[in-house]
């Protein structure tokens, strides 16, 4: 995994995930049909040791992945997010998965995607950081609209989501305009 310091919000610690973070908690939200209906982790079963794996998977590379953890004990750790890095383009693909339900819509996910995008831009070299999402997924098409987000495409028909064709919308940010307006 690539290095990352701990990013810290207002509300939220964005901690280099470690073996700390993996509990039942966390397989639990990767298996609640609710928690990933929008995800390409809906249908899959997960365990400690395929979480575990996962989490291996970003040794040696220079992907990044965090956990979400909130400075109010009694929230501790509500989700995750990922960088995948193309280092030779300088380009990062962020995903965000807010896990604990009581966390979710209390802007979350908003304050820890601004902090990842600042480090990226600003201490990991990046000049684009792009995201995607099926067409359904409102509230993460909320999100990269509120972090300024502009379009970067779209795959028509691409995901069958609910036994219908969806469209994959893609997202990109820039970072000199990012500089310019933080």
Known sequence: MATSPVLETARLRIEPF????????????????????????????????????YAGSFAGSPNY??????KDDSVGHLG?????????????????????????????????????????????????????TISVNAPMLALMKRVGMVDDGRRVRQVVWNGQEVDMVHAALFREEWLLRT
């Open 80 to 132: 995750n997010m990922n960088a995948y890095v193309d280092a030779a383009n300088a380009v990062a693909d962020v995903g965000i998965l807010i896990g604990e339900r009581a966390a979710q819509g209390k802007g979350y996910s908003t304050e820890a995607w601004t902090a990842v995008c600042d480090f990226l831009f600003r201490g990991a070299g990046v000049r684009k950081v792009t995201a995607g």
């Open 65 to 70: 992945f965090w956990a979400l953890v909130a």
């Open 18 to 53: 470690s073996d700390r973070h993996l509990s039942t908690r966390y397989v639990g939200w990767l298996n609640d049909p609710e928690i990933v209906k929008y995800s390409e982790q809906r249908g899959r079963v997960h365990t400690l040791e395929s979480c575990r794996a």
